[in-house]
């Protein structure tokens, strides 16, 4: 078994990122993120279930939800596999935890939310993370300031050397802990320039198998063999889409090749010039030709 705990699990997501004793993992990690355009001090964890408004509503039960002292609130959701429908279920989210802030009379003053999405497969944009804001669609001024939904397509830094994708300063940290989160399972040792975070050091060491208790350790390979029979049927579904895919484009290929060796053939075209345009052999034009 691997010795690192994985956040594509609950147990071990909610353990790095929703236990009390890691809020500093927590709190760095929503800094680094909002790259300074608000500061979290302190965070409280808040109860994920976000219950119905009429009685056939829908339970929500989120990942992880916190707020800060300032009652901005964050939703972290950990997403294993894609499925139809992702960004508008992320959506629906953010929309029903803005709905639940408590308005007094004419006060409409809304307080900040943000999701962040983070994604153990790849959306069609080819960036590691995109950022959701409401804002015209002209100019692009944001209309409302506050809320915002990122996705971090966790895959597309897996693998990679760390010196190929720290950008400016500005985007400097987030990157480093979505290469953090994107390879530490499958690192032997911390590298030595991420060392110079606490916070990503007290990832690190949570991160060991033997930091769970006997019952979180229960929990989460339960949830990882579960988690690992979906990927392993995901990859062979995915691998025999793209073998029909590829037989379905050879076909259509041989098909065309023979339709244009049946005009050139009607065109009185010679056999070697058939043979060059059409990539079909001198048989095969000789089936066709009977």
């Known amino acids: 078994m691997n010795k690192t705990v994985s956040i594509l699990s609950d147990t071990g997501f909610k353990h790095l990122f929703g236990d009390e004793k890691n809020k500093e993992i927590t709190i760095a990690f929503l800094n680094a993120y909002l790259r300074g355009e608000r500061h979290v001090a302190k965070i409280d964890f808040l109860n994920p279930e976000l219950q119905p408004d009429f009685i056939q509503g829908k339970r929500i039960v989120l990942d992880i939800l916190c707020k800060d002292d300032e009652g901005a609130s964050f939703n972290i959701e950990m997403q294993v596999s894609s499925h139809a429908h992702f960004k508008e279920r992320i959506l629906y989210y953010m929309c029903r935890h803005i709905g639940n802030q408590k308005i007094k009379g004419d006060d409409y003053k809304l307080l900040p939310s943000y999701t962040i999405a983070l994604l153990n497969f790849n959306l069609q944009s080819r960036d590691v993370f995109n950022d959701y804001v409401i804002a015209d669609k002209l100019t692009h001024k ?149």
């Open 142 to 290: 944001q209309f409302y300031k506050g809320f915002q939904i990122t996705m971090v397509q966790l895959p597309r830094l897996k693998d990679k050397m760390l010196e190929e994708i720290i950008p400016d300063s500005s985007l400097k940290k987030w990157m480093e802990w979505i290469y953090l989160l994107s390879n530490y399972t499958a690192m032997e040792t911390m590298p030595e320039c991420l060392k110079h975070d606490p916070a990503m050091v007290q990832l690190w060491n949570q991160a060991q198998i033997d930091s769970l208790t006997e019952e979180q350790h229960k929990r989460y390979e339960e949830e990882m063999r579960i988690i690992n029979d979906i990927i392993y049927t995901e990859n062979r579904f995915k691998a025999n889409l793209e073998a029909a895919k590829e037989e379905g484009r050879e076909e259509g290929e041989a098909k065309k090749a023979k339709e244009t060796a049946l005009k050139m053939l009607a065109d009185g075209e010679p056999l070697e010039k058939i043979i060059k345009y059409t990539g079909l052999t001198t048989e095969q034009i000789s089936k066709l030709s009977r």
